[in-house]
C-alpha cells in the first residue's frame, strides 16, 4: 500500500541506526510486525491458564517466537 506519512525525524533515524542498511520501507514494516507481534503475546500471556493449549498450539507458538527473534536480528 502506498502512502504518505508524516513521521518524527529522530524516530525514523533511531529505528534506522538499529537496522543498518535496511531501507526506510522494511525498517517500519519491521517495526509494525514486531508491534503486531508482542501485541498478539501479551494478549495470548493475559490468557494464560484461561484456555487449554493442546501440544501442536504450543510447538506453534515456539516456532513464532524463534521467527520473531530470528527478524529481530536481520541486517
Do not use: C, N
Not at 525514523?12 to 514486531?34: C, F, Q
Not at 490468557?47 to 536481520?74: C, K, P, Q
Amino acid at each position: 500500500m502506498r502512502t504518505t506519512l508524516d513521521l518524527d525525524d529522530r524516530l525514523v533515524g533511531s529505528l534506522l541506526e538499529r537496522l543498518p542498511g535496511t531501507s526506510k520501507t522494511r525498517a517500519i514494516e519491521l517495526a509494525i510486525e514486531e508491534y503486531l507481534a508482542a501485541d498478539a503475546y501479551d494478549g495470548l500471556r493475559e490468557m494464560a491458564g484461561t484456555v487449554e493449549l493442546d501440544s501442536a498450539a504450543i510447538e506453534a507458538s515456539r516456532i513464532a517466537d524463534r521467527r520473531r527473534d530470528a527478524r529481530a536480528t536481520e541486517p
